[in-house]
C-alpha cells in the first residue's frame, strides 16, 4: 500500500506532495515553510527518508534544504543543476527506495529548465503515480521561457519531447502530479480540473495531441509576462535558501508608519479591498491577504525595499508572512494589527475611494478615464472601447501616462482593480475601484472590442 498526499499552496498556484508507504516517504518540491510538510508525515506516521527536486524552482524559495537537514532525509537535485550545496545529483534512471515496495525513478524531462527531472512512483514494480514538476501539467506544460531567452525555442522543443517520453514509458492509468499550473506562472496553461492521468493527457495535452511545430508556434505565441521577482527565485535556489523566520515582526505606530511612508517605504494593507476603500492610511499599498498577495506583491514591489504590513488580526499577519517567504520577502520591516484609526497620527484622517460596477460607469457623469489592467491576452479578447490599458505588474512604474480626469479602473473581477486602486490613490489620483466582473461590463451596455 502506499499513500500521496497533496499539500496545496494556492496563492502560487504550486502543489507539493508527500508521498510513501508504512515507515517512510518522500517529499517533493516542498514549500519554504516545511511545517507544512513536517506535520503531514506526522499524521501519516511516517519518516521522511527522501526530499527531491524536480529542477530549481523560478517562482519561489524552496524548502527542500531545509527539510533534509531537519529530517536527515536525502536530498535529491537533478544533476546537471548547478547549485552550491551538498546534495545527491540524479541523473536519468536512477532509482530510490522509499519504502518496502516503493521505489522513485527518475526520468530526465528537460524542457521547462534544462535539467528538470520527473520521477516516477513504481509500487511492487508497476508505475502508479509520476511527479512531473514544470514539465507535464493538466491539459498544459510548464514555460520553456524562464532560464535564458536564448533557449526558449530548444526548451520548448524539449518540452514536446519530455512528455512524449512519458506518453510512451507510462502507462496510461498513470497519475500524473504536476507542480505547477494551478494559477502559477509559470505554466503555460491553467488546470482544467485538479486531477488527471497519463490516458487523459494523451487526449487533450497540446504537446501529445500537436505536430511539434504547431506546438511549438502555438507555445510561444500564447507566453505572457514574467513576474519580475523571477529573477531572484532561481539563484536562492542555487544558493541554498536560509532557514525562514517567523516570528512577529517590530511593532509600529503611527508615528512610525509615518516616518517609513516619508522614507519612500512600501506600506501595505492586508485587509480586504471593500475596507480598504472605504478608510485607509494615505500613501499605502492594498493587497488583500486572501488574495494572491505573494505573487503580486513581489511583482511589483522593487526588490529589498522595506514593507510594513498593516493587518487586521495577528492571524492575518501570520498568515502573510507565511505567504512573502515562499517568495523570498523574509522578513517584515514593522507590522501592526487593529483597526485603522490607530494606525494614524491625530488630528490626521484616513484616505478612501468610492468602488463602483461596470453599469455605474455606464452612468458617470463628465468625461472619465477608463483603465484596464489585465494582461494583455485578457485585453485581447475582448476590452472597453477607448479605455486605457496598462498591465498591473506595470502601473507603479507608469501613472504618469494615465490622461487627466478620474480614473475608473477594473480587472477581470475586482482584486487587482483594488490593487491599482491603491496605487493610483497614493499617487494622488482620483479614482473609482470598479469591483465587477468584466461580463457585466456588455450586459451594462459598454461598448467592447477585440485586439
Same mark, same amino acid.
Given at each position: #500500500?502506499?499513500?500521496?498526499?497533496?499539500?496545496? /499552496?494556492?496563492?502560487?498556484?504550486?502543489?507539493?506532495?508527500?508521498?510513501?508507504?508504512?515507515?517512510?516517504?518522500?517529499?517533493?518540491?516542498?514549500?519554504?515553510?516545511?511545517?507544512?510538510?513536517?506535520?503531514?508525515?506526522?499524521?501519516?506516521?511516517?519518516?521522511?527518508?527522501?526530499?527531491?527536486?524536480?529542477?530549481?524552482?523560478?517562482?519561489? $524559495?524552496?524548502?527542500?534544504?531545509?527539510?533534509?537537514? +531537519?529530517?536527515?532525509?536525502?536530498?535529491?537535485?537533478?544533476?546537471?543543476?548547478? +547549485?552550491?550545496?551538498?546534495?545527491?545529483? $540524479?541523473?536519468?534512471?536512477?532509482?530510490?527506495?522509499?519504502?518496502?515496495?516503493?521505489? /522513485?525513478?527518475?526520468?530526465?524531462?528537460?524542457?521547462?529548465?534544462?535539467?528538470?527531472?520527473?520521477?516516477?512512483?513504481?509500487?511492487?514494480?508497476?508505475?502508479?503515480?509520476?511527479?512531473?514538476?514544470?514539465?507535464?501539467?493538466?491539459?498544459?506544460?510548464?514555460?520553456?521561457?524562464?532560464?535564458?531567452?536564448?533557449?526558449?525555442?530548444?526548451?520548448?522543443?524539449?518540452?514536446?519531447?519530455?512528455?512524449?517520453?512519458?506518453?510512451?514509458?507510462?502507462?496510461?492509468?498513470?497519475?500524473?502530479?504536476?507542480?505547477?499550473?494551478?494559477?502559477?506562472?509559470?505554466?503555460?496553461?491553467?488546470?482544467?480540473?485538479?486531477?488527471?492521468? #497519463?490516458?487523459?493527457?494523451?487526449?487533450?495535452?497540446?504537446?501529445?495531441?500537436?505536430?511539434?511545430?504547431?506546438?511549438?508556434?502555438?507555445? /510561444?505565441?500564447?507566453?505572457?509576462?514574467?513576474?519580475?521577482?523571477? =529573477?531572484? #527565485?532561481?539563484?536562492?535556489?542555487?544558493?541554498?535558501?536560509?532557514?525562514?523566520?517567523?516570528?512577529?515582526?517590530?511593532?509600529?505606530?503611527?508615528?512610525?508608519?509615518?516616518?517609513?511612508?516619508?522614507?519612500?517605504?512600501?506600506?501595505?494593507?492586508?485587509?480586504?479591498? +471593500?475596507?480598504?476603500?472605504?478608510?485607509?492610511?494615505?500613501?499605502?499599498?492594498?493587497?488583500?491577504?486572501?488574495?494572491?498577495?505573494?505573487?503580486?506583491?513581489?511583482?511589483?514591489?522593487?526588490?529589498?525595499?522595506?514593507?510594513?504590513?498593516?493587518?487586521?488580526?495577528?492571524?492575518?499577519?501570520?498568515?502573510?508572512? !507565511?505567504?512573502?517567504?515562499?517568495?523570498?520577502?523574509?522578513?517584515?520591516?514593522? =507590522?501592526?494589527?487593529?483597526?485603522?484609526?490607530?494606525?494614524? !497620527?491625530?488630528?490626521?484622517?484616513?484616505?478612501?475611494?468610492?468602488?463602483?460596477?461596470?453599469?455605474?460607469?455606464?452612468?458617470?457623469?463628465?468625461?472619465? +478615464?477608463?483603465?484596464?489592467?489585465?494582461?494583455?491576452?485578457?485585453?485581447?479578447? =475582448?476590452?472597453?472601447?477607448?479605455?486605457?490599458?496598462?498591465?498591473?505588474?506595470?502601473?507603479?512604474?507608469?501613472?504618469?501616462?494615465?490622461?487627466?480626469?478620474?480614473?475608473?479602473?477594473?480587472?477581470?473581477?475586482? #482584486?487587482?482593480?483594488?490593487?491599482?486602486?491603491? /496605487?493610483?490613490?497614493?499617487?494622488?489620483?482620483?479614482?473609482?475601484?470598479?469591483?465587477?466582473?468584466?461580463?457585466?461590463? =456588455?450586459?451594462?451596455?459598454?461598448?467592447?472590442?477585440?485586439?
Amino acid at each position: #500500500m502506499f499513500f500521496v498526499d497533496i499539500i496545496e /499552496l494556492e496563492g502560487l498556484g504550486n502543489r507539493s506532495y508527500l508521498a510513501g508507504g508504512a515507515r517512510t516517504a518522500v517529499a517533493v518540491d516542498p514549500p519554504r515553510d516545511i511545517d507544512q510538510v513536517v506535520s503531514a508525515a506526522a499524521r501519516r506516521g511516517v519518516r521522511i527518508s527522501h526530499v527531491v527536486e524536480t529542477h530549481l524552482h523560478n517562482d519561489y $524559495v524552496t524548502g527542500g534544504l531545509e527539510l533534509a537537514r +531537519v529530517t536527515g532525509a536525502a536530498y535529491l537535485v537533478p544533476a546537471a543543476a548547478r +547549485v552550491s550545496f551538498e546534495r545527491i545529483p $540524479v541523473h536519468d534512471g536512477d532509482t530510490a527506495e522509499v519504502d518496502s515496495g516503493l521505489t /522513485l525513478r527518475a526520468l530526465a524531462t528537460p524542457g521547462h529548465t534544462p535539467h528538470h527531472t520527473s520521477y516516477v512512483l513504481e509500487a511492487a514494480g508497476e508505475a502508479v503515480a509520476v511527479f512531473t514538476g514544470g514539465s507535464l501539467l493538466i491539459g498544459a506544460v510548464g514555460r520553456p521561457d524562464l532560464v535564458e531567452p536564448r533557449l526558449t525555442e530548444q526548451l520548448a522543443r524539449a518540452q514536446h519531447a519530455s512528455a512524449h517520453r512519458l506518453a510512451v514509458e507510462l502507462p496510461d492509468e498513470t497519475v500524473v502530479l504536476p507542480t505547477h499550473g494551478f494559477g502559477s506562472f509559470c505554466s503555460s496553461g491553467q488546470a482544467e480540473g485538479d486531477a488527471t492521468t #497519463m490516458g487523459k493527457e494523451k487526449t487533450v495535452n497540446p504537446a501529445l495531441v500537436q505536430h511539434v511545430e504547431s506546438f511549438v508556434r502555438q507555445l /510561444l505565441a500564447g507566453l505572457g509576462d514574467v513576474p519580475s521577482y523571477y =529573477a531572484h #527565485m532561481g539563484p536562492a535556489n542555487a544558493a541554498g535558501p536560509a532557514p525562514l523566520d517567523l516570528t512577529p515582526p517590530a511593532v509600529a505606530d503611527a508615528d512610525d508608519i509615518a516616518a517609513r511612508l516619508a522614507a519612500g517605504e512600501w506600506v501595505v494593507d492586508l485587509r480586504n479591498r +471593500v475596507a480598504f476603500a472605504e478608510g485607509h492610511v494615505s500613501g499605502s499599498f492594498n493587497f488583500e491577504a486572501d488574495g494572491k498577495l505573494a505573487t503580486y506583491l513581489a511583482w511589483l514591489i522593487p526588490w529589498g525595499k522595506p514593507v510594513t504590513l498593516l493587518a487586521e488580526s495577528p492571524e492575518q499577519l501570520a498568515s502573510a508572512q !507565511r505567504e512573502l517567504v515562499r517568495v523570498g520577502i523574509d522578513r517584515p520591516a514593522a =507590522a501592526a494589527t487593529g483597526e485603522p484609526a490607530s494606525w494614524i !497620527r491625530p488630528g490626521e484622517s484616513l484616505s478612501a475611494y468610492p468602488r463602483a460596477t461596470f453599469a455605474d460607469l455606464v452612468s458617470a457623469d463628465g468625461d472619465v +478615464v477608463v483603465l484596464d489592467v489585465r494582461r494583455d491576452s485578457e485585453r485581447a479578447d =475582448a476590452h472597453i472601447q477607448g479605455s486605457v490599458h496598462i498591465p498591473l505588474h506595470a502601473l507603479h512604474k507608469r501613472i504618469d501616462e494615465i490622461p487627466e480626469g478620474q480614473v475608473w479602473v477594473h480587472c477581470a473581477g475586482g #482584486m487587482r482593480a483594488g490593487i491599482a486602486a491603491s /496605487l493610483l490613490d497614493a499617487a494622488g489620483r482620483d479614482v473609482v475601484a470598479v469591483d465587477d466582473g468584466f461580463a457585466a461590463a =456588455a450586459a451594462a451596455g459598454l461598448s467592447l472590442r477585440a485586439a
